[in-house]
């Protein structure tokens, strides 16, 4: 009966390798990135920290750059927090085997201090393979600022 049991587990755990590796990169970025909007939300330093390569470049939207160490830091420094976020229109271009580059637009509520911001943004980010894990390796955001379409000549 042992025997059986170690059988199924070993199966099911092969079922799982299989469909983890038919799984297409894209849809692993999305979900990795999706897991790092859930760790801000929740303040979870250690899983951004999972999502981030070591040698991230995280350019906010008002032009301060961060590396991980700083944007962990400040993320999980106790003035600082998320919620309400959304990402949209989101396009995903797998531009070489291992890179992967996200465009997209958020929206969330951002407290820094004691005061609470409506955030809406545009941004672009790189992901990287890394060993067979996907991170981020850099982020770029810019708030909008409207009709950026140059008016003809008169």
Known sequence: MKQISLWRLAFIVGLAAVARAAESPVAIVLRADAARLEAMRTGDGAAVARVFSDEVVFVHSDGRSESKADYVKNMTAGDTAYA??????????????????????????????????????????????EGGTWRMVAWQSMKPAGNSVVPPAK
Not at 93 to 111: C, F, N, P
């Open 84 to 129: 309400d976020l959304k990402t949209a229109d989101v396009t995903a271009r797998q531009i070489a085997a291992d890179v992967i580059v996200l465009a997209g637009a958020q929206e969330m509520k951002k407290k820094l201090g004691p005061t609470w911001s409506e955030i809406k943004i545009r941004f672009l980010s790189v992901w990287r393979n």
